[in-house]
């Protein structure tokens, strides 16, 4: 098979991110391929893992995936500070005489959006709303990159996942666990140290946080896990995310000074798009009283260039404002009413760039994430648990479309799921051995032998 079917037989997706399928992404030919692993939020340790444990497969997916692309250029981009990392890299580099460049990054957020990385490495921004191969670039993943070795090498299929627990845990963990593994298996792996928590998928900034301890029990590894936090329940991320969105449009009308430092330390504003969360908050008070489309996408429209990075709310916003989501909130509001919103001709990024850079510590601080700061996982521990339940929508686009039954016996990479034709989706493999004890269109629960 053509790496593009392979890729797409093993149900390979965006590891890091949103889970896009990448035989779609990688269906094309780029001048640059660039590997993301700086690990865009605080306290993931992940993608560091697999930069010092897989660095040779990591090379060598890169090969066949520059290859394929016919890419002039080649590089893993990553925090300068990552010092083990990056000897890893370079002696698998040296070891596959590849063709591949270290680019060594500062230690900022977001240092791990792929558009900021686009435009450290090429100069080019990618155009609002866009991606990368617009501008001749292709961003993938650590995990990514690693599974499609593994899937060009060796045939496997995405089974099981790596990922870290931090936060209120006895120390950090990284896991390998199979897709389809509780959430609440893989805290208790790490030993938690508070009984009653709340829980954060993926980095503090973005991540999505769980309090109720119904749906956390409900929740499980997937294809684009690759950390959870564990906090108290009366932390500060975990508050803001309790006031409902009319308190956050009162705030905004009331508090809001117009200093505009939502904006000028906004990453994408940066890069040079049309995103002045400043002017949204301005107008907010006259959203009720606009008729005309035209002067409402005049107020609001810029609202759909917001990446939800949370810069603004989360470190910039000295009234502790929300501009994100507020722009959330308006983006569906634009959608509502039809309004659709020009891109920038020809961004190109604002001479102070490098003068608005978030100092990860700095944001680890505000975000009272102190404690945890500067703690790493040393160990892998493998977890078999003897259930899984695998859902059939763990990518952008369609759900897999079910393929077993219940009272089916499975083995480690069956397709369980099928791509669903017609549009964006990814294979679904079961990722161990049993039999089906359930299976509906959200998913298939395993009993493992």
Known sequence: MS?????????????????????????????????????????????KYLCRTFADELIKGIMYISQHLEAKKSYIALKAKYKAEIAALEEAIQKNNADIEIFAMRTFYPAGDEQIIVEQITGRTVPERGIPIEVGAVVDNVGTVISIYEAMAEGTKVTDKYLSVVGEVAEPIMLKVPIGTSVRTCIEAASPKISDYAIILGGPMMGRVFSDNGLISQQVVTKTT??????????????????????????????????RMCTDLCPRFQIGHSMRPHLVMRNIWREDGLDSNEEFAK???????CSSCGVCEMFSCPMGLSPRQVNNYMKVKLRERGITIDKTPNPTARPTI?????????????????????????TCTELFPGEVFIPLAQHIGKPAELAVKAGDTVHKGDVIGQAAEGGLSANIHASADGTVTEATPAGVRINVN
């Open 226 to 259: 690759g950390n959870i936090i564990v906090l108290p329940k009366d932390h500060y991320l975990v508050k803001r995310t309790e006031v409902s969105i009319e308190r956050i449009k009162h705030q905004a009308r009331s508090a809001c000074i117009q200093c």
């Open 299 to 305: 107020c609001f429209g810029e609202a759909v260039n």
């Open 3 to 47: 790496l593009i079917e392979t890729v797409k037989d093993a149900g390979i997706v965006g590891a890091g991110g949103a889970g896009f399928p990448t035989h779609v992404k990688l269906n094309t030919k780029a001048e640059y391929f660039i590997v993301n692993a700086a690990e865009c939020e605080p306290l993931i340790e992940t993608d």
């Open 354 to 378: 490098d003068l608005n850079r978030i100092p990860t510590d700095r944001l680890i601080a505000r975000l009272g994430l102190n404690q945890y700061n500067g703690l790493h996982a040393h």
